[in-house]
């Protein structure tokens, strides 16, 4: 059973700077991409930013120059610091990984945390 967790969010005044963590557990042979959704109230899903293992990454055009993803492989671990935050980016954000399990090493798979809410006051 593999299980992502993720901490760190919470209520910030607009300027402010969070940092979010998401530790991935269990059964892990490996994990290729992690990443970062959010979802707004009354809004879909929506991409935020993404990390290879090998540290490439990707941001939505929205939070580009305002957030960074870094990952400790060691830990099977990503982080999002969140810099110059707008009420806008106020959502519940969500981990993703696609990991591949010790029982099917090389068999990639998406798993998700339970989010954590991040909301941006004005």
């Known amino acids: 059973q593999v299980q992502l967790v993720e901490s760190g969010g919470g209520l910030v005044q607009a300027g402010g700077s969070l940092r979010l963590s998401c530790a991935a557990s269990?059964?892990?042979?490996?994990?290729?991409?992690m990443g970062w959704y959010r979802q707004a109230p009354g809004k879909q899903r929506e991409f935020v930013a993404s990390?290879?293992?090998?540290?490439?990454?990707r941001y939505a055009d929205s939070v580009k120059g305002r957030f960074t993803i870094s990952r400790d492989n060691a830990k099977n671990t990503v982080y999002l610091q969140m810099n110059s935050l707008k009420p806008e980016d106020t959502a519940v954000y969500f981990c993703?990984?696609?990991?591949?399990?010790?029982?099917?090493?090389?068999?990639?798979?998406?798993?998700w945390g339970q989010g954590t809410q991040v909301t941006v006051s004005s």
């Open positions: 269990g059964s892990i042979f490996s994990i290729n991409v």
């Open positions: 993703n990984a696609d990991v591949s399990p010790s029982h099917y090493p090389g068999n990639y798979y998406p798993y």
């Open positions: 990390i290879t293992s090998g540290g490439s990454t």
